[in-house]
């Protein structure tokens, strides 16, 4: 997936919370975390209820620490804090990066109750580490360069090491190999890059509910070339090998096995020859394994369930669509032997549920809006918990549903973007939300609406405590009448007309506009403005969460009504906000490069300057499962991927273009701004870059961020 992400770490970076919006400086900018951003995350309840786990930083670095907050006694304890001499390898590296994790320190933990006491698992870059009751964290003994791990309810911990599966036991017990036998170069129990990068499924194995048998896939990538990173900023210049699936071209060989978990023969699984994607694995109970399956051009979605005892396999239920399936993470095998799940079969996602009466599935939720998440599920009471955009497609709230006559209360009431985690008896739940107006606040909450407690955020930032002013939420009409949403950060001085510069993302699955404080905390966006440019963002239509009919306007496609919306968008500003027409700029990084780059050279006469980083240049360079998914394949469809090149159109550049690239990013490849500079000098036109050497698709580490920051901005400057 392409993503906008620039990170940095606390390595030279300066104190931000007092920043004046008069006195922003590019180090300011590059600084994290961010004002109001220091923020308790993985937020769980403990198995008892009792407690609330969450991991939170401080407002100075990125390393993260693992909290409990007793519910009873109204106290926060910090449990465990960042290992010494846990160092990240290149897979744990490459994990970070197709999780755009940026935080530090403990990253993740699972918590259990293993044999009557409560049993935490934290891993820390190559080691274990596990925490029972009130003891200290200790290193779990044998399992160095573990991945994946996952801790199960009876005390043993599941992991990967060497492309295969081993089990050890939190009491220290010798590990033991599960599986056997695989090739080198096939890894097992490792989920492959299409399925991490494009699907959202970052696991490779399953255990049953039991703990008596372990689903896992094997992934077989020998035949997919390798595309070489080289670390020129080395001393001794090393080749990165990666094998990455371009578009059209064969995607890792995958199939799932079972073994018990005492090892043995590994039985293997066969759900018919079709090319497909493993896209999400669920046991149902410790004999029967539901497996989603999507077909490689991502137009039907189909579960299908395999008896373990019986060794035979049943259909569940299917979606199909003309354009493509979003896949989701909302399925649920009820006790009853329902099926809940979300599903865009309405054209907007909508919670279904499947029994033997309604083998078709039955609509829960209506309307045009989307019910992003499915929270939990109170079976006893017929009730599921859902975030969703029933008033507005700029917040998000939590509501509760009834699962037979699909009636919806809302549970949140202050404006903006909430997430929530409920409790296990349903009685309390965690809100943390923040706003345009207001960082993000934590707070433990009654059913009712009551605050139980402040967990964190009590005294919240606004954009005044910090000299800012918040960007201002407006509507454009696009040239069908669809409305779009955009955001307007107003230009810091008193000369008019005023320059623009559009910030763009403008990909599938992502929206930028909301009423949400990672708005108002966009520093870049505020430099900008302060240095005299009105700084704009709009949702073109192909942006996420506005329904599949929004969506779907890119497909087969790319770049041809985003740039329109965003042509659209400065027109309005012209209109509307005594903007200069002949002085517009555009920036963006991964697809929002792309877009930047289109920009200039499908609209010359708009756009007069362009910042594009780590943008693709010809999908043809991009890998399978996203590109097929919104293009089809290059044998299927060439116009479109023509006519989606940005090298179809080099002989049109006429304004000035800055392009920034990592030459270690392993997603959007550096040959993508190669190719581009070699058409350019072969139309006789030049472009203007800034290499990142030890840089991937998330740039991360102060100085990396700041050389960003701070030749985007000198560029707009001197070229707008």
Known sequence: ?????????????????????????????????????????????????????????????????????DIAMDYHEK???????????????????????????????????????????????????????????????????AQNPLLLTDGRVVYVKQGELWRTDIDGSSPIQLTHGGAPEVTRGIAEYAAQEELGRTTGFWVSAQGTWLAFEEVDDRHVPEFPLVHWERDLAMVEPHRYPFVGEPNAKTRLGLVSMDGGPIRWLDFGEEEQYIARVIWRNDRELAVMLLSRDNKRLRWVLYDVLKNVYAPLFEERSPLWVNVGDDTRFLDTGEILTSSEASGFRHLWI?????????????GEYEVQRLLAVDEPHRLAYVAATKETPLEVHIYRVGLDDGQMTRLSNEPGVHHAVISPDFNL???????????????????TGDIEAILHGENRLTPENLGLKAPELVTVAADDGITLYGAVYPAKTDVRPVPAIVNVYGGTHAQMVLNSWNLTIDLQAQLLSQKGYLVFKLDNRGSYHRGKQFEGYVYRRFATVEVQDQVTGVHWLVENRHVDPHRIGIYGWSYGGYMSLMALLKAPDIFRVAVAGAPVTDFRFYDTAYTERYMETPQNNPQGYHEASVLSYVDQLQGDLLIIHGLLDENVHFRNSVRLIQALNQVGKSADLVLLPESRHAVRGFHNVLTVIRRRTEYFLNHL
Request: charged share 20%; with cysteine.
């Open 354 to 366: 499947y029994d033997q009466d309604t083998p078709g599935g039955r609509q829960i939720t209506h």
């Open 79 to 145: 449990i465990a804090g960042p290992q010494s001499g846990s160092a990240w390898n290149l897979d744990e590296e490459l994990r970070r990066e197709r999780t755009r994790m940026i935080w530090e320190g403990i990253t993740d933990y699972q918590v259990a109750e293993c044999r009557g006491r409560q049993v935490i698992l934290i891993p820390q870059g190559d080691k274990l580490f596990v925490l029972k009751g009130a003891n200290s964290p200790q290193e779990l003994a044998g399992v160095l360069s």
């Open 429 to 447: 739940w965690v809100d943390q939300s923040g706003s345009l107006q207001y960082s993000p606040q934590t707070r433990l909450m009654t059913m």
């Open 1 to 69: 997936m392409l993503i906008v992400m620039e990170y940095s770490t606390d390595e030279g970076a300066m104190e931000v919370t007092d920043k004046s919006s008069e006195h922003l400086t590019p180090e300011m900018v590059a600084s994290l975390p961010l004002p109001g951003t220091t923020i308790p995350q993985k937020i769980r309840f403990s198995p008892d209820g009792k407690c609330v786990l969450y991991l939170l930083g401080d407002t100075e670095n990125l390393a993260l620490s693992l909290w409990k907050y």
